[in-house]
């Protein structure tokens, strides 16, 4: 009882601590050299995944949809099969899980496959079926990178302070490196239907993937253990709960990532509707839309210290909601506002789904399996609507696509009422 009580004591004390806490009979303590080293990994890895995924859903469907004019049912089918690779983000965190001694290992080798894959599809023209091979390589490099970024953030997580550190860092470089391909936009491809402009602004993109080769050299993949002591004793009642509590966030993040049905059609919709200007247009307002969701994620931290996690997820969702429909309804300029506060509100929203979703795998056994739950909900979300999006894309109108899209929203709703406030 008294070893038990001085563990309790102690982990209080190290609660207030940004570099130390306790992990099943060990003493973990990670320096602030060593987080801060982290923390620019976590830069240079997302900074990299956000530009290639802000190729492959933004310009790349413009150019693969308007300007060489692809078989729409085809180039569905080829999605499905592609995205079916992130169904094994789960099985992908329990194997960090098992194998964390191995992280490091399997990092670097997704790294170098993310480039050979991205770089493939960037640089060897759009022959549809190759296209697909090398899409599926590159989104399960890419998942793989980000598995393990997850377990890494997982172990890093000390306490809220630092957790909720990492994630606005994540999210910063993610939308710095998101916009970079715009700015490549607006200055190489002066005329969107000139295919040479496409393949020198394809080219800059391949090179703008570099930035991932030194997140090698930054992280830290050893812990150092020191003092052993017993294992904490949970409530039952607490423990058996947290899986359904990680089951129904699930649930709520896959319909909330309905606006995949959109996603795909959605830039080559706005050049056919308000031409070549409003796509430049489009393309120079993200600098705005990843500002406000930067922005989103600070205030969403903020207001986190006040209100439950649960609560704001609920308020952002319905608010999230309301501006999908409206969007729907817009001409460019008011499009352009609704989508601005979209970006905004979703900054807020992710960071509080992330944050409730890392609290609850902290309590389980496997840990990074869980977290990597979201993962799974985007990767199901990915593989239907997606897909489905496109295929419809060919004989339906995207302002009906973005109905569909803010009615399916609706159901993100039902499963946070069975989630326990925290």
């Not at 976590?42 to 060489?68: N, R």
């Not at 022959?127 to 899409?135: D, E, Q, T, V």
């Not at 990532?257 to 247009?281: N, V």
């Not at 008011?334 to 609850?360: D, E, K, R």
Request: glycine residues 4%; positive net charge; contains cysteine.
């Amino acid at each position: 009882m008294k070893r038990l009580r001085y563990k309790t004591e102690l982990e209080e004390d190290l609660g207030k601590s940004s570099g130390i806490k306790l992990e099943n009979d060990f003493l973990i303590i990670q320096t602030p050299k060593k987080l801060k080293s982290n923390y620019i990994g976590f830069f240079f890895v997302y900074f990299t995944l956000s530009s290639i995924t802000a190729y492959l859903t933004v310009y790349l469907p413009v150019y693969l949809l308007s300007i060489l004019n692809v078989n729409r049912s085809e180039l569905a089918f080829i999605q499905i099969y592609s995205y079916s690779v992130l169904f094994l983000a789960p099985f992908l965190g329990f194997f960090f899980d098992k194998y964390t001694y191995r992280k490091n290992l399997i990092i670097v080798l997704s790294i170098i496959l993310f480039l050979f894959s991205s770089l493939t599809i960037l640089l060897s023209g759009m022959i549809i079926h190759i296209f697909g091979i090398f899409l599926a390589l590159n989104l399960l490099s890419h998942e793989t990178i980000k598995v393990g970024m997850g377990r890494i953030l997982i172990e890093s997580s000390l306490n809220e302070v630092t957790k909720d550190k990492s994630l606005i860092i994540i999210n910063i470089s993610s939308n710095i490196g998101g916009f970079i391909p715009s700015l490549i936009f607006l200055f190489v491809v002066t005329d969107v239907f000139d295919l040479n402009l496409w393949t020198n602004f394809l080219f800059f993109g391949g090179i703008s993937l570099i930035p991932i080769l030194f997140a090698i050299f930054c992280f830290d993949y050893k812990q150092t253990a020191h003092r052993e002591i017993e294992n904490l004793n949970v409530k039952e009642n607490d423990k058996r709960s947290y899986p359904y509590q990680i089951l129904f966030l699930t649930l709520s993040f896959i319909m909330i990532w309905s606006d995949r049905l959109y996603l795909y059609p959605f830039s080559s919709w706005i050049l056919s509707k308000f031409g070549e200007i409003g796509l430049r247009i489009l393309s120079s307002s993200y600098i705005i839309f990843l500002i406000l969701n930067t922005f989103g994620y600070v205030i969403g931290r903020q207001i986190s210290k006040k209100l439950r996690r649960k609560n704001i997820i609920l308020i952002t969702n319905c608010v999230y909601i309301c501006l999908i429909l409206l969007m729907a309804y817009s001409n460019l300029f008011y499009l352009l506002i609704i989508y601005a506060l979209i970006w905004f509100v979703s900054g807020i929203m992710l960071l509080n789904y992330t944050s409730l979703i890392i609290s609850f795998s902290k309590r389980v056994k496997y840990q990074n399996f869980s977290y990597q739950m979201l993962r799974f909900a985007v990767a199901i979300a990915s593989v239907i609507f997606i897909p489905i999006g496109t295929f419809l894309s060919s004989f339906i109108s995207t302002e009906f696509l973005i109905l569909m899209a803010g009615f399916l929203s609706f159901f993100s709703l039902v499963p946070l009422f069975f989630i326990k406030s925290t």
